[in-house]
């Protein structure tokens, strides 16, 4: 009965999805994401472009209106250097175009591969470690309304031992999923990913897919991250006049709960709201909510909760009025442009607090909050090309967990939000610059974050439940427990063999200090790959 509530709401949007008349630009997802490249970052935040910069991953149907990617890729062409028609073609599927394409009226299909050949040596522990990826990507649209998109990879891998360690601890490739062994200390694993975009009118874009999003401005998001595995998702997105408003339907697993091979891992939902609204054309803010909640309670299957299907309705009062445990939190979201190159930004994360403990002064422990501030420029000292980044990102412990450990605001055994969790505070600055197809990125990570000792439950660890084994009720500082400092150094070069899907050879190296009171650990790496530089792999942690 509950469900047939919701029937004329299905009913209408489809009459909507069926009926409209106003067509649009074909609503393709843009296809990089990695930061160190170049990305429309220094256009959107141009004032008066009433761009929505905050809501990743972005529309290249909307991007283009700011700077057209074909065109970009057109500039960095190279002439072909082959005189006949076979040596022509195979020029430009190298350097310039798509590998395999099929563009006829009202049907484009490009086809890519997808690779990770990369070799490397850690130098302080003497490790030698590899990746080696194959697979392949192919995106396009039909008419001008709709789009798809699917990616598929294949990996067998060996990791700098810090990385590997945090493998064995949670039983994950960061973001890249479960894992099998290989060849020894080698892993073997595969993921998928992949969506649909329907875009009836210039309101409105809806998609369905499996895959990351990404709520915010900076590198580091303290709403919604993209640094963990991919999950099953509907997302609504309506935008009409300065607002931005996005519904995000989705389903995530906790692979810390018990669980079997007959019924796989304990599911949970999620639902979001996010509304951002370009104030003026310099000034824009976001507003956030998001519900947790397990698929099976100790009251039975829940499922999904179709009181959080709503599109415009508070969910903290919903939770409320349902007497219900689901774990909610709130969030708001700002930046402003100076001048015409430079933006600053900030985030605020609320999860549980009472104004009475935060104004006392005495740490209470459920004062559970993050907050960032940064700032981007674009273009520095009137230097075409070179970009600054600077980003604080805190939070205080037991942000994230809750009481239930199953409702914790993760997936996959990884943060939603910020990969270390919480109890932290941590600095990231990138340099980068970017000429033709040469791109060259320096980041410098610099955190401090309290680990678990002694069976306690200092609160960074988001997946143990808030009331295990927590030390103090008052007192409770960001950095407490097991105080570990950490210091990462990466310089990386990249040339653009192929910008239609970037095909990058890279080099680089890293060096990483992290020290405590148990000890010191030090990394220090170079690599070289051949790599299709579509997303950023975040092991900076």
Do not use: C
């Not at 299957?301 to 939770?319: A, H, M, W």
């Not at 933006?343 to 994360?349: A, D, E, S, V």
């Not at 505070?425 to 197809?437: I, K, L, N, P, W």
Request: glycine letters at 8%.
């Amino acid at each position: 009965m509950r469900i047939r509530l919701y029937q004329p709401v299905v009913l209408l949007l489809l009459y909507v999805l069926l009926n409209s008349l106003s067509l649009s630009a074909q609503p393709l997802i843009q296809r990089s994401q990695d930061p160190d490249l170049y990305t429309p970052d220094r256009f959107v935040y141009k004032p008066g472009n009433n761009f929505h910069p905050s809501v990743r991953p972005y529309l290249k149907s909307e991007t283009d209106l700011l700077q057209s990617e074909d065109s970009l890729i057109t500039s960095l062409s190279y002439a072909s250097r082959w005189k006949s028609k076979v040596g022509d073609w195979v020029w430009r599927k190298i350097f310039n175009e798509d590998l395999l394409v099929v563009d006829i009226p009202d049907f484009h299909l490009a086809v890519n591969p997808l690779l990770r050949m990369e070799v490397g040596q850690d130098f302080e522990e003497s490790n030698h470690f590899y990746t080696n990826t194959r697979g392949f990507m192919a995106d396009g649209h039909i008419g001008k309304q709709f789009a798809f998109a699917t990616r598929f990879y294949e990996n067998q891998a060996q990791f700098p031992l810090y990385i590997d360690s945090e493998i064995r601890r949670t039983g994950v490739i960061p973001g890249q999923g479960a894992y099998k062994n290989f060849k020894g200390d080698g892993f073997d694993f595969s993921r998928s990913e992949g969506y649909i975009s329907y875009t009836p009118s210039k309101y409105f874009n809806f998609q369905f897919g499996h895959g990351r999003n990404f709520f915010g401005d900076g590198y580091r998001s303290l709403l919604l991250g993209d640094a963990h595995f991919p999950y099953p998702y509907l997302k609504i997105e309506t935008k009409i006049w300065r607002i931005h408003y996005t519904n995000l339907y989705a389903e995530f697993m906790d692979r810390e709960a018990e669980h079997s091979s007959n019924l796989g891992y304990h599911k949970k939902y999620g639902t979001f709201h996010y509304l951002t609204m370009n104030v003026t054309n310099r000034l824009r803010v976001g507003l956030f909510e998001a519900i947790i909640w397990q698929a099976k309670d100790s009251t039975g299957y829940r499922g999904f909760d179709f009181n959080y299907l709503n599109p415009v309705i508070f969910y903290r009062p919903t939770e409320f009025s349902l007497g219900s445990p689901d774990n909610a939190l709130l969030g708001f979201n700002a930046s402003y442009t100076l001048w015409k190159n430079t933006t600053l930004y900030m985030q605020i994360l609320l999860d549980e607090f009472k104004l009475k403990e935060v104004t006392s002064g005495d740490d209470w422990w459920a004062n559970k909050y993050g907050i960032q501030f940064g700032v981007k420029s674009f273009d520095v000292f009137k230097v075409k090309g070179l970009d600054l980044q600077g980003e604080l990102n805190r939070v205080r412990p037991y942000t994230y967990s809750h009481w239930d450990p199953i409702q914790n605001y993760g997936h996959y055994s990884q943060p939603l939000a910020h990969p270390l969790g919480a109890n932290f505070t941590e600095f990231v600055g990138f340099v980068r610059y970017h000429v033709g197809r040469l791109h060259l990125s320096y980041q410098l990570q610099l955190a401090t974050y309290g680990a678990d000792t002694s069976n306690y439950n200092f609160g960074g660890n988001i997946f143990k439940g808030y009331n295990d084994n927590r030390p103090y009720d008052y007192g409770v500082t960001v950095g407490q427990g097991l105080k570990t400092q950490l210091m990462r150094h990466e310089v990386r070069v990249a040339w653009m063999v192929n910008p239609a899907y970037n095909l990058t050879i890279n080099i680089g190296g890293y060096y990483r200090h992290q020290t405590n009171d148990i000890g010191t650990r030090n990394t220090s790496v170079l690599y070289l790959g051949l790599t299709t530089s579509l997303e950023r792999l975040y092991y900076d942690f």
